[in-house]
């Protein structure tokens, strides 16, 4: 069983930065695709990134051009740079490790952090 924990979630401004990790336990970590996504009250959750194991990255529509993720797998963890944030960030952002392929992937989830972009 792989255990998930998010940090770096908090309080900042329009146009603000934040820098989330995620750290990851067991063994192998680098054959794994790792992501982001997120979720707001109310809403259903939605990709935010995505990073394979050779280093391809997916974003989401909504945060392309302001937003990076990186892994380093000496270290078992994934980063999500947010930059030019917008109060329609606001949400709780979970880390995520997808193993397998298709309909035979198993995602594990971490306890999520939030996020607030507000003056």
């Known amino acids: 069983q792989v255990q998930l924990v998010e940090s770096g979630g908090g309080l900042v401004q329009p146009g603000g930065s934040l820098r989330l990790s995620c750290a990851a336990s067991?063994?192998?970590?680098?054959?794994?695709?790792m992501g982001w996504y997120r979720q707001a009250p109310g809403k259903q959750r939605e990709l935010v990134a995505t990073?394979?194991?050779?280093?391809?990255?997916n974003y989401g529509d909504s945060v392309k051009g302001r937003f990076t993720i990186s892994r380093d797998n000496a270290k078992k963890l994934v980063y999500l740079e947010m930059n030019s944030l917008k109060p329609e960030d606001t949400a709780v952002y979970y880390c995520?490790?997808?193993?397998?392929?298709?309909?035979?992937?198993?995602?594990?989830w971490g306890q999520g952090t939030q996020v607030t972009v507000s003056s």
């Open positions: 995520n490790q997808k193993r397998g392929l298709g309909e035979y992937a198993v995602d594990y």
């Open positions: 067991g063994n192998i970590f680098s054959i794994y695709v």
């Open positions: 990073i394979s194991s050779g280093g391809s990255t």
